[in-house]
C-alpha cells in the first residue's frame, strides 16, 4: 500500500506515541486508506507485595485494567486529534473526519500477539476484502464479529 500525504501524517503521528505517554510503546501496525490497525504495549508498573493475598491482587487487576482502559482511551483520543488537525490543515482542502468509536481488545498470550500481528502485516494486501473498505466489502457482520474472528483466529 502507498501512502498519501494524509498516510505519511497518520504513520508518522503514529510512531510518535511513545514521546508523549511514558510506558507506552508501539508495537506492528499498518495504516489503512480509512482506518489504523495498531499494537501498543502499555507496560504495567509493579505495585504492592508479592505476599497480596488473593482478593488484593485481583483488586489490584481490576483496577490495572481499568486505568490501562483510559490510559488507551485517552492516546487513541488524541492521536485521532492531532491527525484530524493536521489533515484539515493541508491546503488540499481535505475534510477529514474519524469514526466515533474504536475497537480494542486486550491480548493475553503469546499465541494471541502473534495472530494480531499476522493480520496486521497481511492486512493491506486484502483491502479489497475488508470490512472497512465501503466499496467492495462482501461482509454482513459486525465490525465486533469480525475483530473477533481475527483474534481468535477463525
Not at 468509536?101 to 486484502?126: A, T
Amino acid at each position: 500500500m502507498c501512502f498519501n500525504e494524509c498516510g505519511e501524517i497518520a504513520k508518522n503521528l503514529w510512531v510518535e506515541i511513545p514521546k508523549h505517554f511514558l510506558g507506552v510503546r508501539v508495537d506492528e501496525f499498518s495504516v489503512m486508506p480509512n482506518h489504523v490497525h495498531g499494537i501498543l504495549i502499555i507496560e504495567e508498573r509493579t505495585v504492592g507485595s508479592a505476599y497480596m493475598r488473593s482478593h488484593q491482587r485481583n483488586a489490584y487487576m481490576h483496577s490495572l485494567q481499568n486505568r490501562t482502559k483510559m490510559l488507551l482511551s485517552k492516546i487513541i483520543q488524541q492521536y485521532k486529534a492531532a491527525l484530524t488537525r493536521r489533515i484539515n490543515f493541508l491546503p488540499n482542502g481535505i475534510h477529514f473526519q474519524w469514526q466515533k468509536s474504536f475497537y480494542d481488545h486486550v491480548i493475553r498470550n503469546e499465541n494471541e500477539l502473534s495472530r494480531i500481528r499476522e493480520y496486521i502485516k497481511n492486512n493491506p494486501l486484502k483491502w479489497e476484502l475488508d470490512i472497512e473498505n465501503r466499496e467492495t466489502s462482501k461482509h454482513r457482520t459486525s465490525s465486533k464479529d469480525y475483530y473477533k474472528a481475527i483474534i481468535n483466529g477463525s
